[in-house]
């Protein structure tokens, strides 16, 4: 009951309300491809449909206080750069690059997802990145549908990490909401242009600008480092280790191009239509992003299963347009796919590399997101049709602090870009 409680106030810090089903309603839960609840054949239909958890939908929200988003509060947020669950034992290598361009990935979003039933779950967050590039997106595109591959190029990866209760990072008791919550230990030194990725290189010159790559460290260069590199000399304090900072401290990021930060609200999938209250409230992501780009969207199906998917899809997002994300962690559960091309098979999802276990799908990123981070809706700018994420069904222990899981994109026009 205490880590009941516990879970509730450290999902309330960040307005986060994510339920899983009794096990009796995970073994009898089933969705449809197109996101709905199978009807079932015994007499205790409705009884059944009751007791069902929703689906949750996660709306962006700027953040009500500037420590809202801080990693001990364990928030669930888009944009900036990433509150990481385990703070020192980040990804590193290959792991933070997009595997076609070379670029470091950035931030898309994380969300909080405890599994409270076994203690080393107790905290767990899930982590999306990518490259901005749309064209490394098509190339990925094309090697997702590339089954059994040990070591697939992607430009869209997702990290999960996991603590238990007890951790040398964070008090066991709920975080107190008030400004005063402070983690147990400061974490790892971050890229000081992109404030994501560990910063394991230096500047030569200074010594106390850090990087996560030579690409970080020479656009840092050209955009004004080189005026302000001073020789470590200069510096006081330059002795001092560089990760000898207070707990508390916030790593400033040089980078302007980082997407807006955003908060994500879970709430329940409301049942109902859309109501006309709701239809000027949500105008603004209706027409500037959604409309603008349903004509060519319509051009690409490739027959009336894309039509009779789109339009479950749309029915279902119109409760709630301003949706980004839908999370529903439970057995047998599917995506809500807008289109019928381009879906992911069973065989498609590729077994867990730590455990050898099934993966699971756990939430799907909508396109959405892209008006709230400002990405131009043109032809060559960053888009899809959804992003679905599949994680450990078991959400395995082991000793790799962030566990990478298997990102599905779905583009709109499959028929150009892929072939199964």
């Known amino acids: 009951m205490e880590e009941e409680i516990y879970a509730e106030k450290s999902r309330g810090s960040s307005k986060v309300k994510i339920t899983l089903l009794d096990e009796e309603d995970q073994e009898e839960a089933q969705i449809d491809d197109n996101g709905d609840v199978d009807s079932y054949d015994d007499d205790d239909d409705d009884d059944e449909d009751e007791d069902k958890e929703p689906v949750g939908l996660g709306v962006l929200e700027k953040p009500e206080n500037s420590w809202s988003l801080l990693r001990e509060l364990f928030p669930s947020k888009a944009g900036g750069t990433p509150a990481w669950l385990d703070p020192i034992n980040l990804p590193t290598g290959r792991l933070c690059l997009c595997d076609f361009c070379g670029e470091p990935l950035k931030f898309v979003l994380q969300v909080y997802a405890p599994l409270t ?174 409309d603008e780009s349903i004509e060519s969207l319509i051009d690409s199906f490739e027959g009336e299963d894309d039509k009779k998917s789109w339009a479950s899809f749309q029915e279902r997002v119109s409760r709630t347009p301003e949706q980004v994300l839908r999370y529903y962690r439970d057995a047998g559960a599917k995506p809500l796919w807008p289109t019928s091309s381009g879906q992911s098979s069973k065989a498609d999802i590729p077994k867990c590399t730590y455990c050898g276990g099934c993966r699971a799908f756990e939430f799907q990123v909508l396109p959405q997101i892209l008006y709230y981070f400002g990405v131009e809706n043109d032809v060559h700018s960053l888009d899809w049709a959804t992003i679905a994420v599949y994680t450990c069904e078991s959400s395995c222990d082991g000793h790799v602090a962030y566990k990478e899981e298997f990102a599905w994109v779905q583009i709109a026009s499959q028929s150009s870009t892929t072939q199964r």
């Open 117 to 290: 039933e076994r203690d080393s779950t107790f905290h767990r967050t899930l982590f999306l990145f990518m490259c901005a590039s749309m064209a490394c997106l098509l190339k990925d595109q094309h090697e997702q549908w590339k089954r059994n591959q040990d070591k697939a190029s992607r430009s869209v990866k997702v990290f999960r990490c996991q603590l238990p209760r007890y951790n040398s990072f964070y008090s066991s008791e709920p975080p107190r909401n008030n400004g005063k919550d402070k983690p147990s230990s400061a974490g790892a030194v971050l890229c000081g242009w992109c404030g994501t990725w560990k910063g394991d290189k230096v500047c030569g010159g200074c010594r106390r600008a850090h990087y996560c790559s030579e690409k970080h460290q020479a656009v840092h260069w050209k955009s004004g480092h080189k005026r302000r590199c001073l020789p470590s000399s200069i510096y006081q304090d330059a002795s001092e280790p560089s990760n000898n900072r207070t707990v508390s401290e916030v790593q400033e990021v040089a980078s302007k191009s980082l997407w807006p930060e955003y908060e994500i609200a879970i709430a329940d999938e409301c049942e109902d239509k859309i109501s006309d209250d709701n239809g000027q409230v949500n105008s603004l992501i209706s027409s500037s992003r959604v």
